[in-house]
Each structure stands twice: as C-alpha cells, then as structure tokens.
C-alpha cells in the first residue's frame, strides 16, 4: 500500500511527540507500506512567527509572510527525517518545493495547482520514507507560497491525489468523527465510516476534526481519508466515497452551531430585485449569510429571514443600515443551527418529522427550518441547544 | 553606490535589534544607495535547532541538517523584509536558492561554486532592497545547503563580489580591528585601513572579527569589506587591497593566540623522509600543525620542533605515539604565540630586531621563531604573553 500520513501541531509538538510520530511512521514502513508523511509545524510556532511579524506591521507583505511561515514546516520535517534515520528507516525531508508543489499566485492563502509526482516517486523508489514540509509550495515565478490555516491537511490530501495513495490518515489530537460533540451527549460514538457529503456538512456545521477544503478536495480526487488520533492507537474515521459505505444510516450525525445570529426584515416591498439587492450588498461586505427564508406576506410587502455567523453581526448591522428596503429589520443573536446529517435521508421519508415531533415533545419552538438532500437544520432558542441535540442524537439511535 | 550589509546574529537577536538593522539599512538607501542586506539567523537559533537534531542522533543526516539549519536565516531575512516595507522602504526577502547562489554538494560545509547576479538584479532594479538569508544555497541537485559556521559572511562577500558591489559591510558587536586585543592592551587603536594578508594573518591568529575564509575570497573577488559595529555608529575597518592603503604603517598589530602547544623531538634520525612520515601522519590525523623548526643536530640526529592547537594536543600525543622516529617526544602546553603583522615589513628591515630586543629587555626568552613577508610569529612562555604584546604594542608606537 501507499500511505500518506499527514501529522498536525500537537501531534509533533515536542521532540518526544516527534519520536512518537517516527515510531508510527517506521511501524507503517515496516508493516510493508510505501509511506509519505506530511508534516506541520511545532505547535505554537507558527502563531510565534506571526507574531513576531506584527510587531513590525500590521499587514505584513503576504509574499514576505510566506517565506516566514513556511520555515516552521522545513523545521519538522527535517527533525522527523533525522528522527526515522536514527532509527534505521531511510528518509528524506523535502519542501512543499521539492515535493514538486505547485500553486497559484495568491500568498498566504493559495491553491494547489498541480504537483508533479516524479519528485515524491523518486524518493520512495529509493527505498525512502518521504517527509514533506505540509502547508507549502511555490507559486509559477517560483515564490514560496503558503496555503492558509489547515493548508498541511490539503498538501496531505493532495500528494494522496497525485500519487493515487490508497489512504490519507490525518492525524490529530481526537479519535475521529463522532456521531454529535461529545461533550454535550456522552454516549455520542465514533463513526467508522462516513460519506464525503456528510463530512462536509458536519464540517461546515463546525464539527472541527478537518477544514471543509480538505474534504472538498479528498472528494474531488477520491482519496480515502482516515481521520484519526496520534495518542493512541484506536482505530478513526474513514471519510470516502457513498459507494464505500455499504450500511448507509439514516442520519451520521447531530451538529449544533452556536455562532449564528438571525436577521428579521419585515415589509420588505415584495418585487422582483429586491432580495437580490440585499444579498449582493452583504455579499460586497464578505458577509457569509447561510440560512435564508422568505414567507410569503400580505399587502404588497414580505417578511425575509437569514443568518450570519455571530461574530459577523455588527458589520452586517452597518451594512443593512445602508439599505433601505424594509420597514423594520430585527437582529436576534440568541439562536442556535442544530442540523441533521445523513445521507439515508435521500431514500428515506419522515426524517424530518421525527426530528420536528422529537423537539415539540420538549416544548421547543422551530424558528427557521432548511433542508438540503443530507440535512436538515433547525434553527431554535440558544438556552435549547444541548437539550436538542441530546433529544435528536437519542431519537435516532445513534447512541446504539 | 551599491552596498552590501551583513548582520551577525547578535545584531539581529531581537525583534528590537531587527528594528534598529532596519533603521540602519533604511539610511543606506536613503542616502541613495542600492542596497542588499544579507542577515544570520537570530542569536541562539543555529544552535537551538542543533540541540534538538542531536536530541535524535549524534550524526544527522548533513542533508537533512541543512534543511533544519537554513531555516533560521529565512526568518530572519523575511522578519527584516516585513519591517522594511511597514517603514515605507520597498523589499524583498530571498533565500540562498533565489538569490541564485549556488554550492557544491558537501552538505553543512559547501562552497560557493557561482551567485547568478540576475536573480538579485532583477529585484534591485525593481526599486527594492533586497534581503537575502545568509549561510545557504543550493547544490546542483536543488537541495538546500549551508555553508558551515561564519557561512553569512560568506554569502555577503561573494554576493559583493558578484555584483561588483562597492562596499561590503559585515556588522557585528565589534567596531572593527585593533592594533591588538584591547582587553591586553587598553591603549589598542582601531585601524583604519588593513590589508587582506594583514588581515589574513591576524585572522588565523585568534583576532575573531572576520573568519579566515570570508577575508580570502574578499581578497580573490577584490571587495572592499569593512568590519564595523551594528551598536552604535562609530566607523569600522575598511579591509582592501594593499594598493589602496597610501600610507602603509611598519606593523598593523599584534595578536596573541593561547591555543598553542608545543611538539619536540628529539634525536630524529637524519635521513630523508622522516619528516614528510611525521607530518603525512598528523596531516591524516587532520591535526593542525602551524610552526615547524628543525635544527640542525649533530652524530646523525636532529630535533624537530612544531606546534598545534593545544585542543588537539591529546590526538597528537596518540598520533606521535604510533611513530617511532626519534628518542624522545616532549610536550609544552604552557606556551603562547605571539605575532607582529605589517605590510610594511616587506620594505623595511630591522621588524623583527626590534621585535626581539623589546622581549629581552623584559626578560622574555624566545622558544621558536617563524617568519613570513608580513609576520614574525614568537612563541614563548604562557605567563609572558600579556606582557609582551603591551611590550610590542608600545615598541612599534601603535598606540600613537
């Protein structure tokens, strides 16, 4: 098998978490696998760099940030080469350069372009474990670029593209996707296998285990992901194709967002254009609105629902203030998104309704509702959070 | 003008300090100069990253040192670019490889092979200063590679010597060259002027300002370096060429290396190739020999005398004591060297008269000596050291 192994911060944040990692890496070499890890950089390193750039400015040079922020990568990598050396596995540190990464031009958050897969292959025919430097490449003009927070995870996900790896393990301090945050339902369990649509809803609902990029890009390559904890030794979650799964469950998973703030506007003049004015403008203003409701009204006028992360509510307040397209407009920050996730809703009806009954039985009122193909997400009073999440994870059986 | 400046780790050791280099470059060009800054990893760092490369393995790979190692410079010159463009001063940060400076491929010791001046152009002509991390470059194979310790200056002068800078400056915490060590002597004037082979010498005689290999290819590119201190303004030391020093002093200074130990043996067979065996051997053994005298003896039998670094002293007592090539071996290590350096003495006779009754007016025997065009190295016993370089310093009125 080819395996890449992709290892965050905490997982190399020390040089004994580094002789931890080499352990694995050399077990996975010895078991008789080709293996490339991809590497971050110390935990904690790379927020010392950024910090030492603002104390000269506010808005570093994103080229100049780049040629800093990579340099904690190089250091891993050659630390874990050096590690796996000394313990008798042949290994080689390469920068995202010298993996033969390629992105565009946009530093501090760039794109992989393309990677050429000779660089790697070379290496591994060699009979040596490969070490990349995660989170890097270079752009055309041959610039060091980086690739925005959790870029080690795309360079992970990406190399397993180009050299068609049969798995991706990304490792990080939690044992993998589980079926609702454990914290708020103990009984909540870990998933051994989950759809790349489901894991992109859960993450974007802010299950915080992978970036939404990361999945995005593992789907559109169909690499098999492994999500999975370098403290121990359980087994994690593969994220791969709906095909892979042979048992789709009904719902995977109950995800609750808590930074969400819903904006009223009522008597919006009901004519064509309007809806579409308003939501340019919070577009112009980088305002990312998820959820949006429009109720049919009476008198010529509308009632128009949506909600921003919280943390964006002020901007949008001034950005509405510049529109005058409604009566009044209500700003309510006390909400919580509890959404259900699976793809068996595809297939299955009444999913929805059990989650409505599951809800009314506790008295909570549903205050905006959507639904896509694999979810449906409810948004409620904030004080009934937990209380939702606990009633729909056990409505489901998902403690079973 | 086209200026190069050099920054030691010391002058960059801190955030602070790299705000001061910063100010300092900023006038450079200010003053209508081009300017490329060449900068070493802050104080502490090289070091940081070696301990934790030994913490797994006595003998990490030179390659993946490299990578580890180069880092350091990287911050550095990326941190300095960002302060540069917050003050309104346009710059770029490079590194070894985008500077163009290419290395043969003996990983953490390379040499410079060729400095691709295009690369570096290119982005003075931009209107930019250019910042280049120091001590690396690139093999042929595009590894990364470093030039061993000092390897910034390095950098610096061969970057002046490809572009035909003008002037190449090498800040450190030192304001320059002194007649002799000023902790000896409090009455040591700084030079103004040196010559290379000056320099030459009293660099491998413990004067520690510049290393040995930065002043040798100063001296093969013909770049005018100037050692100078980045704490404060005072002028430093300009190293040039002799022609361009109009008036040449009799004697520049007086260095005084303690790191010396004595070899005598006695009753060497007089015959020939016993010499070349003693010394292939030590040569093998990579010990340093410096001085060499052979006296003439008498019924057959002569004794040679040498001295080497008294750190190496134990391997050469091991070393001799696999040769059997005369009666007896003596070992001194309570012996320095004492050394008068002056371009003047090619011209001028009656140096070394003075040199050596100025020692037997204090009563000082001398134990060996040796000669150049522009050097008379003494060796004498350890406690007189001090005193004879006061003695010399005020013999050849270099305290005028």
Not at 134 to 150: A, H, I, K, N, P
Request: charged share 25%; proline share 2%; hydrophobic share 40%.
């Amino acid at each position: 098998m080819l395996v890449v192994q992709k290892y965050g911060g905490t997982s190399v944040g020390t040089l004994e978490r580094i002789e931890e990692v080499a352990k694995r890496v050399s077990k996975a070499k010895a078991d008789g696998n080709d293996v490339i890890v991809v590497v971050s950089a110390m935990s904690g390193e790379t927020n010392k760099l950024i910090s030492y750039a603002e104390h000269f400015s506010k808005n570093p040079q994103p080229r100049e940030m780049d040629m800093l922020l990579s340099s904690g990568e190089r250091v891993t990598s050659s630390l874990l080469a050096i590690a796996l050396n000394s313990m008798g596995f042949r290994s080689v540190a390469m920068s995202g350069r010298q993996a033969g990464i390629k992105t565009d031009k946009f530093h501090t958050k760039a794109r992989i372009e393309s990677i050429d897969r000779l660089c790697i292959e070379k290496e591994l025919n060699g009979g040596n474990i490969v070490i990349v430097a995660g989170f890097q490449g270079v752009t055309e003009l041959d610039e060091v670029s980086t690739l925005g927070r959790g870029g080690s995870d795309l360079s992970a996900v990406a190399i397993a593209g180009a050299l068609e790896a049969d798995l991706c393990e990304i490792y990080t301090d939690v044992d993998g996707v589980y079926t609702t945050d454990p914290r708020i339902e103990p009984k909540a369990k870990k998933l051994e296998k989950i759809s790349y649509d489901e894991m992109l809803e859960l993450a974007s609902l802010g299950a915080k285990v992978l970036q939404t990029r990361s999945v995005e890009m593992a789907k559109k390559l169909n690499v098999n992901l492994v999500t999975r904890s370098s403290f121990n030794n359980n087994e994690g979650t593969l994220i791969t194709k709906e095909e892979n799964i042979m048992e789709q469950p009904l719902v995977s998973g109950i995800a609750l967002d808590k930074n969400q703030a819903r904006v009223t506007l009522r008597g919006v003049t009901d004519k064509p254009g309007i809806a579409a004015e308003i939501f340019r403008k919070l577009a112009n203003d980088n305002i990312n609105v998820d959820m949006i409701i429009q109720n049919v009204g009476h008198d010529g006028t509308t009632n128009l629902g949506f909600t921003v992360p919280e943390n964006e509510l002020e901007i949008t307040k001034s950005s509405m203030s510049e529109i005058n397209a409604s009566r009044t407009v209500e700003y309510d920050s006390d909400i919580v998104k509890v959404s259900i996730v699976g793809v068996g809703m595809k297939s299955h009806s009444g999913v929805a309704c059990t989650a409505f009954d599951t809800l009314s039985k506790d008295g909570i009122n549903l205050e905006m509702i959507s639904t896509s193909e694999i979810k449906i997400s409810m948004v409620i009073a904030s004080k009934y959070g937990e209380l939702a999440v606990r009633a729909l994870h056990a409505a489901y059986e998902l403690d079973k």
